[in-house]
């Protein structure tokens, strides 16, 4: 909680409004500890609000004496119309995070039966779960450790084997709608675009906030859309899909035959009878990681860029270090 209260004030003093997630489901036993907590929240931390799931929250928020917004998460599983009227009495809610799967039609009728004290929040990039909206027991079943509770060990991105097939047959590809945002951007009650960030870095937040404030501001200038686009290429996530956003042109984010690791490819592994090398498609910059393969593939390896090197240039993979040359790539 101090932590939270120290970064808090750093965005404050930014011009930068903290919401503070909740949403997960609560168990009967954490009511006390979800009060005390959101009661810190309060009195430490100095939140401007809280993202929440269970409906509990909006009772522990007033005994609390929490005075900021309370936003209904996806989770919260409000994904059509008659939905949104049965908040019409819940004055405490503000805006509702609608689902990464609905199309940009569904969501333009959301927001015509959307009651008058609520606006909508809309995902525009970032990770997809094989799950509907991330209510997903994966985690949870194979080793105790659950998604919705903070604790997903991803097991949808990892390998499965189907008779003589062996792939990641369940790991999608990241939501990216780049220029598809002027499409949304005169919804009048979408009051804010949703960039999935879970455990990135200030990386992936500086490139892709960057490029969508581009796209939102100067989307009508082409080089503006271009520069846009390059930042996003830049941020290190997975190839990207538009998903079911389009109604008449729906993508599967499922491909076994693409690749779906994070990352921006910068080479392909090469022997030719001496040390692993590579030549970088880009310029490397001391202290830039490199990441050989997947976490699961045999010989994965992370290393640090000590010196920098040229486009074209050649990185000796050190010898003490021996990734399987056979498919890696970077």
């Excluded at 990892?158 to 990241?174: G, L, V």
């Excluded at 779906?260 to 040390?275: D, F, P, Y």
Aim: proline share 5%.
């Amino acid at each position: 909680m101090a932590e939270l209260a120290a970064l808090t004030d750093l965005a404050h003093k930014q011009n930068s409004t903290v919401y503070v997630t909740l949403n997960t489901l609560i168990k009967p036993n954490e009511l006390a500890d979800c009060r005390h907590m959101i009661h810190a929240i309060t009195r430490d931390a100095l939140a401007d609000g809280i993202i929440f799931q269970d409906p509990a929250v909006i009772e522990l928020a007033g005994q609390a004496g929490f005075k900021g917004v309370l936003h209904l998460s996806t989770l919260g599983n409000v994904s059509f119309p008659t939905a949104l009227k049965s908040l019409q009495p819940v004055k405490r809610v503000t805006r509702v995070v609608a689902p990464r799967e609905l199309t940009v039609d569904e969501i333009k009728t959301m927001a015509l039966h959307c009651p008058d004290h609520l606006s909508l929040e809309v995902f525009i990039h970032g990770a997809l779960c094989y799950a509907v909206s991330g209510r997903c027991y994966w985690s949870s079943f194979l080793g105790g450790k659950s998604g919705l509770r903070g604790s997903c060990v991803q097991p949808c991105r990892r390998i499965y084997r189907q008779k003589e097939a062996q792939n990641r047959f369940f790991s999608a590809a990241d939501l990216s709608l780049d220029v598809l945002v002027k499409v949304i951007k005169p919804i009048k009650k979408v009051a804010a675009w949703k960039i999935e960030g879970r455990k990135k870095g200030a990386h992936y937040v500086y490139y892709t906030v960057s490029a969508y404030k581009m796209l939102r501001d100067e989307g009508h200038d082409p080089k503006i859309r271009k520069d846009a686009q390059a930042l996003l290429d830049q941020a290190l996530g997975r190839p990207g899909t538009r998903y079911n956003f389009l109604s008449h042109r729906r993508y599967n984010p499922l491909d076994s035959d693409r690749q779906t690791g994070s990352g921006l490819r910068v080479g392909t592994i090469a022997t030719g009878g001496k040390a692993p090398y590579f030549k970088p498609r880009l310029p490397l910059f001391p202290n830039d990681r490199i990441r050989v393969g997947y976490e699961d593939q045999k010989g994965h390896i992370t290393l640090k860029v000590k010196r920098g090197v040229p486009k074209g240039g050649t990185f000796k993979v050190p010898s003490r270090k021996k990734p399987d040359t056979k498919s890696s790539s970077l």
